[in-house]
């Protein structure tokens, strides 16, 4: 016996609770000031010139994007926990402990944000 697909839903608009890209959502702030210089290779480690192929290329090529996504998951993961927890209590104001908590995972973020930006500046003193 063969059972028909149901397609009630077939044209229905997909809801997409996940926010877009900060690329794409903050497009026109990095137009008009990019964090990157343009045709230079975004992987402090490689820094070196390039040709982008596309307005928004960073990477100069497929190792350094590679590496770039490595960086992007290592640092981001050792935020995300910290950044919704702080999310979880940001407009906490009885409760002293989750306050506490709270102040350390923003406290944590910034530490592991300037460890990164650290990081980055040794990776590319090396490099040059
Ligand atoms: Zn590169």
Known sequence: MTRQADT???NAVVVHPEPERFQDAAFAELQIAPPWSIGICFNPSCG???NPARSWQ???GTSCQAAGT???RKWGHKMALPM????LGKYDR???GVMERTRAARRY???VQS???ADRNIRQREAA
């Open 8 to 10: 009630r839903f077939a």
């Open 48 to 50: 070196k010139p390039f």
């Open 58 to 60: 960073i990477y100069c």
């Open 70 to 72: 490595a960086e992007m």
């Open 84 to 87: 919704l927890v702080h999310r």
């Open 94 to 96: 009885q409760d002293e």
């Open 109 to 111: 973020v910034t530490q």
């Open 115 to 117: 460890a990164w930006l």
